[in-house]
């Protein structure tokens, strides 16, 4: 059997979902039959962190403009060099170049479009996606929500986008250790209510309104905490934000983390508070831990709840009305029990990182990556 040369292009510099998405994909996939390139701009710490055990090829390319007619030569002759049989690009930047590069050297072409802030709501990137959407062999889309929106505002043909949910490790993210012992941890009184999320602290990520939001609920419950997983440029806002608020005492930043399960595990309620998401992976995790969910009605996250059944939905930006419903969750013990079951679940059934891998080869191979001989340099 021939093993089939594969290009993954991403452009990161942080732990985001577009990024987790890429390295359970090189860790599903079936190294007997496909050789990984994974082709990365940018620092990408995280991610070839979290893949230096696996059998994957690193690339280096380093973008020195917008536009930059280096930075493709670098891409396509790459492809050409190694002899890449189908290319697999996330995030504009790389599936703008990725697109361009899979036309000059006559390789198919998937792209993914993992968020519709970032790709779909600039005016650039709309006229950009609209050209590359039919350059491109298929678009992925992670949530019904963003392909409609490339179906209808973008303009692409439905026949060339397809709908693949992302998937996680139900396996890693599974009751991991009991939830006194996890908060104790966290330096957390073993008794104590904890709200929690994870995630970059970016403005869309809507962090000040859960810490709005439990600030009210300190009110009603004095032994409640709140935990929040991860890093980035909003963290100094988001500290000033607790201490005017007067909570500050109450919240814990655990910074960036190696230990998210554990963490999920002391989390009573996990809130995700986004005003924009793709398919949240930080979601479907929470909810594989079995841990009862608030989220905002935005993107896909209606796509995995069924409000009432195995979480709770509210409309994004109102931190009054985020507050009654994570009260309704923390003063009923049974009815976090009943959501959380149902929560594990769904994603066991639909959100299984094995069913977007296959998926993903079931879509290789229907673009020729399974076919001998198709990418010859």
Known sequence: MKRHTLLYLIES????????????????????????????????????????????????????RVYDVRFLTDI?????????????SHMFTMNFYGTLAGAVTRRPVIITVHDRIYDLQKLKRIWAYRIIGRLASRTVAVSDDILNLLSTHIRLPRRKVELIYNGIDTTRFR??????????????????????????????????????????????????????????????????????????????FTGMSDEVPMALSAMDVYAV?????????????????????????????????????????????????????????????ELRQSIGENARRIVLERFSVERMAQSHEELYALLGANHAGCGSP
């Open 13 to 64: 510099d942080e732990a985001g979902g577009a990024e987790s998405v890429v390295a359970n994909l090189v860790k599903s996939l079936d190294s007997r039959r496909y050789r990984i390139l994974l082709g990365v701009s940018l620092d990408a710490q995280w991610l070839l962190n979290t893949l230096r055990h696996q059998l994957v090829e690193v690339r280096h390319f380093h973008r020195r």
């Open 76 to 88: 396509c002759s790459t492809i050409r060099r190694d002899g890449v049989d189908l290319i697999h």
């Open 175 to 252: 009751a991991a250790m009991d939830p006194r012992a996890a908060k104790q941890r966290l330096g957390i009184p073993a008794e104590a209510l904890v709200i929690g999320t994870v995630g970059l602290f970016h403005a869309v990520k809507g962090h000040a309104y859960l810490l709005k939001a439990t600030s009210h609920l300190l009110s009603r419950f004095s032994d409640c905490y709140l935990v929040l997983v991860g890093d980035g440029p909003m963290r100094a806002e988001l500290k000033r934000l607790g201490e005017s608020l007067g909570i500050s005492k109450r919240v814990i």
């Open 273 to 333: 508070v986004s005003t924009s998401e793709g398919l949240s992976m930080a979601l479907l995790e929470a909810m594989a831990m079995g841990r009862p969910v608030v989220a905002t009605n935005v993107g896909g996250n209606g796509e995995i709840i069924v409000d009432g059944e195995n979480g709770l939905l509210v409309p994004p930006g109102d931190s009054n009305l985020l507050a009654e419903k994570l009260q309704s969750l923390l003063q009923d013990r």
